[in-house]
């Protein structure tokens, strides 16, 4: 769809108009090969945009000051693997929510700053799936000015100073450990993100998007899964949550295109 809709937003298209060759590499310190790959492109340059994956010291040593990376955070604060849901949940959305063009170093996310980009979330109507197209935006226009100033010398870095790691793992989590009050306020802040679950015993965790219905109080019964909904208990109340469906996931995904295709001629 989003071929379609927006094919300037398209990797895969973009790729292929501009004759550039693509590979699918696994877990980047599982590459033995590595080295060598990278030695026959004869590339001098690493950028790296948003990913989960930590380059190794040994492939940093190829690039030098060479290798950047765009996180989705205004960096120091927010390093680590949650730069998005991490500021929803801490109510810093409007704060420390952008994306920074920095160098790569062995640190997560500590290396130098190029550059950086505010985004806060009331900016995107508290929207999340337009949030998304401005940091897809927000990471165009860093890879075409900033990234590439500094790669010629004409910029500098300047080091991080201060700032913190953040990893969300049970603030995810909707349970019997949360009460009314906290599981409404998770889930207006970051319902639409799709990380919101709920862990279920006999399956891999529901992502669940608000709060549907309060049935009245906890009743001891275990948790029941229906097509659009997941009933609970909670520590004060037994509730319905409203689930993120595929449906709801299209409609997200729709909001999202269509934002980027606004955002094409930018």
């Known amino acids: 769809m989003g071929d379609v809709v927006s094919p300037r937003w398209s990797a895969r298209l973009l790729l292929q108009r501009h004759a550039v060759p693509a590979m699918t590499v696994p877990r980047l310190r599982d590459w033995a090969g590595a080295e060598a790959a990278i030695a026959a492109l004869g590339v001098d340059t690493l950028i790296t945009c948003m990913t989960m994956m930590i380059v190794p010291p040994r492939l940093l040593d190829l690039f030098g000051r060479r290798a950047v990376n765009l996180h989705p955070a205004l960096l120091p604060a927010y390093r680590g693997p949650s730069p998005l849901l991490g500021p929803l949940l801490d109510g810093n959305e409007d704060i420390h929510s952008g994306v920074t063009a920095h160098v790569l170093t062995a640190g997560i996310d500590e290396g130098p700053i190029i550059a950086r980009l505010p985004l806060p979330f009331r900016a995107a109507g508290r929207n999340y799936a337009v949030w998304m197209a401005q940091h897809a935006a927000a990471c165009r226009r860093l890879a075409r000015d900033a990234v590439p100033a500094y790669l010629e010398g004409a910029t500098g ?24 009050a906290q599981v409404r306020n998770i889930l207006e802040a970051a319902g639409a993100s799709h990380f919101i679950g709920v862990p279920l015993p006999w399956r891999r965790p529901v992502s669940v998007r608000s709060v549907r219905r309060v049935l009245g109080p906890p009743t001891g019964e275990a948790p029941s899964l229906g097509m659009v909904s997941v009933t609970l208990d909670i520590a004060d109340a037994r509730v319905v949550l409203e689930r993120n469906t595929a449906l709801q996931r299209t409609r ?6 269509m934002a980027l295709r606004r955002l094409d001629h930018e």
């Not at 997200?252 to 295109?257: G, I, K, M, Q």
């Open 157 to 180: 870095a300047r080091p991080q100073v201060g700032g913190f790691y953040r990893k969300v793992s049970e603030d995810g989590e909707i349970g019997p450990h949360l009460v009314l």
């Open 252 to 257: 997200d995904r729709l909001t999202l295109v």
